[in-house]
């Protein structure tokens, strides 16, 4: 029999081609359908703008449509939510009226951060033109002047704080806040072709983006760094100057846009940033009252005592969610200062009016800088599928007979209630659902971690586990691939919706290891490396302690003191079986240290039955057990090919393991 010949890449190219216009045209055939359910909806004030519950099903019904034709499911609900958010903004676009064809003014040169949001909030008006300025009070001007209908301008970043000296723009008389947009900020150090990160010796960068990137730039001995006027003109004259020692921090569409390379992602500070614009007009716009909103203020007070409180308490009064609250030096008072508020709802709710009102009354002076709506269709990176309801566990107690005349520490109950964890929208402790945790002992490899990313989340695991630095009995065995590893698990729980989890060995990676990874993992033989403990303390990344295999809970819930003193209180205890006389297990799962913990301590508890059990077929049995006593999740190693792993294969679960583990003890997704 002939070999089957090789398809043609130039006919394969020409189907995808082709397959890519269908794309586009059911896009078009959406969206025409959108706008005949906008004029619906336009008729009728009753029917919402945005069906949050419509949503959910349908993202459900999305995810089943693609794996049952062999597509990633997770793929396809992420790019339906962008779609939802889409289709949400078109119909708010419609029912205000807006204009097509604005003029968008922004801080910055084509490809920065305020291009990409200014480019993302106006997509549903259609033939928005923008331009770059070299200041944020050049746009500001452009807006005053009526050369711009809108402009964009970033008001904070969740790593580097307030934007200096946009706050003093928005209280000049005629500007009006009329929307806002959240953008993921992910810099990365660009250069061109060719050029390694050994090469560089000059980087330029907006200030924002120099201080969000503080920590990798400390770590580039001798390399000169430069403040530029935003993050894609740095990129820009990185291009323009030819020179291969220079680069600049920006994002992949000003690499994209000015031809550059990517030598290294991810060189924040911190994994989870995120920059909020404000969208600011000359006239105030009338919006669609059926949409949730947020309603932002300026206010001063005279120097009397509690007179913040004063003005703060009418919101509290009228159960008002604050978000913000940031306090500027005035432009016009010496050592006296203004008050920016936002809060949650909109000037057409009777109750934010009276309460602003209230406030004004309390105020010297209180001016509203606009009242928009926020669009929620965008969730967070790890959001999942509803869980079944959670297993009956047993309630904390104080313990406070057992805590004795000993000195209290920061990890005691004492009256604290359960600390909660949240780690990019998993949350940990209190009352919240048990999690599972899952992945292999070791990252392997590419394929091997991405395997285990997918299968992780389609059993309902919320965090992805694998180690990338290897603490071995013998200096034999496999150690891990390191940073080379810890890169490969990051974009493998990035391309899944999972943050992950892995174990730092030494002080000095622990900055490292805090830039890629969610949560720090401290292993048993490590519960009292001092020095770590310390370090780790330091940061404001989870850390997931485990207890060490010889050690009393004392030592352990006092290595976890070590980290809370140090200022981080993100911390999980795991307990993973200690070592006693017996051997038929690896090592003997103290269930009663959950029970134990959970009277002594308000830090949530996890156990990891895999380590206990030493033999997978061992891991359900003590899973079960492990949430009976009352912990808030499980850590449970599982591999594609156990059996040929290079660490902790017997114990490993396979992928189908762990699914019917997961569904099993109630942790599964809901079915959609």
Not at 555 to 560: D, S, V
């Amino acid at each position: 029999m002939l070999p089957t010949p090789m398809p043609d890449l130039s006919d394969l190219r020409d189907d995808l081609d082709a397959v890519d216009r269908r794309l586009v045209q059911a896009l078009a055939d959406r969206q025409r359908l959108v706008t005949d359910v906008a004029a619906v909806k336009a008729g009728d004030d009753a029917l919402p703008i945005q069906d949050p519950d419509r949503e959910h099903d349908l993202l459900a019904r999305v995810q089943a449509l693609a794996e049952d034709a062999g597509v990633d499911g997770y793929f396809a609900s992420t790019l339906f939510r962008q779609i939802l958010r889409h289709s949400v903004q078109f119909q708010a676009v419609r029912q205000r009226g807006e204009a097509e064809a604005l003029r968008v003014a922004y801080q910055g040169d084509p490809g920065c951060y305020s291009h990409s949001a200014a480019r993302r909030h106006f997509a549903p008006v259609g033939g928005a033109a923008f331009q770059g300025a070299r200041t944020f009070g050049a746009a500001i001007d452009a807006l005053q002047r009526g050369d711009a209908d809108r402009a964009v301008l970033p008001v904070e970043n969740t790593t580097a704080g307030p934007i200096a000296g946009v706050y003093d723009l928005l209280t000049e008389p005629g500007l009006h806040i009329v929307g806002e947009e959240v953008v993921k900020v992910e810099h990365c150090l660009l250069a061109l072709d060719g050029v390694r990160l050994a090469d560089v010796a000059r980087v330029g960068s907006h200030p924002q983006a120099l201080a969000q990137c503080s920590l990798f730039l400390a770590g580039l001995d001798g390399v000169r760094v430069d403040a530029e006027d935003d993050t894609a003109g740095a990129a820009r004259l990185v291009a323009a100057s030819g020179d291969r020692t220079r680069a600049a921090i920006a994002g992949e569409d000003a690499a994209a846009l000015y031809g550059l390379q990517v030598i290294k992602r991810h060189v924040a500070n911190r994994k989870e940033n995120y920059t909020r614009f404000l969208v600011v007009a000359a006239e105030p716009l009338a919006h669609d009252a059926r949409l949730p909103h947020k309603t932002s203020l300026v206010v001063s007070t005279d120097h009397s005592g509690g007179a913040l409180v004063r003005v703060l308490g009418a919101f509290d009064a009228a159960g008002l969610n604050l978000t913000k609250l940031e306090s500027r030096p005035s432009p016009t008072a010496p050592f006296e200062f203004l008050f920016y508020i936002d809060l949650e709802g909109g000037m057409h709710d009777e109750r934010v009016r009276q309460s602003v009102g209230a406030a004004a009354g309390q105020a010297a002076s209180l001016r509203v800088l606009g009242s928009y709506p926020i669009f929620r269709a965008e969730t967070p990176r790890a959001a999942v599928a509803p869980r079944a309801a959670a297993p009956a566990r047993p309630p904390a107690t104080t313990g406070a007979a057992s805590a004795g005349a000993r000195r209290a520490t920061l990890v005691d109950r004492g009256g604290r209630p359960d600390t909660v964890v949240e780690v990019a929208g998993v949350r940990i402790g209190g009352d919240h659902p048990p999690v599972l945790i899952a992945g292999p002992c070791s990252v392997e490899g590419r394929e091997q971690i991405f395997a285990s990313a997918k299968a992780v989340r389609q059993a309902g695991g919320v965090m992805l586990r694998g180690g990338c630095f290897k603490p071995r009995t013998l200096p034999y065995d496999f150690q891990g691939l390191g940073f080379e590893g810890l890169a490969l698990m990051h974009e493998a729980g990035r391309a899944h919706g999972l943050p992950i989890v892995t174990e730092v060995l030494h002080p000095r990676d622990v900055e490292a290891v805090a830039r890629e990874a969610d949560v720090l993992q401290i292993g048993a033989r490590n519960m009292q490396n001092f020095e770590l403990l310390k370090e780790v303390g330091k940061t404001r990344t989870a850390v997931l302690l485990k207890r060490g295999m010889s050690a009393s809970i004392a030592e352990w819930l006092a290595a976890a003191e070590y980290v809370l003193a140090g200022g981080n209180e993100r911390v999980v205890l795991c307990e993973r079986g200690i070592r006693t006389f017996e051997t038929a297990t690896r090592n003997t799962l103290d269930l009663s240290a959950v029970v134990v913990a959970r009277e002594r301590t308000h830090l949530p508890v996890i156990v990891d039955p895999s380590h206990a059990a030493g033999l997978r077929r061992w891991v359900p049995a003590l899973a079960k057990a492990a949430l009976a006593a009352g912990a808030h999740g499980l850590i449970v190693e599982a591999h594609p090919d156990p059996d040929r792993a290079l660490s902790d294969g017997p114990q490993s679960l396979t992928f189908d393991g762990l699914a019917a583990l997961a569904e099993e003890v109630g942790l599964a997704p809901v079915p959609a």
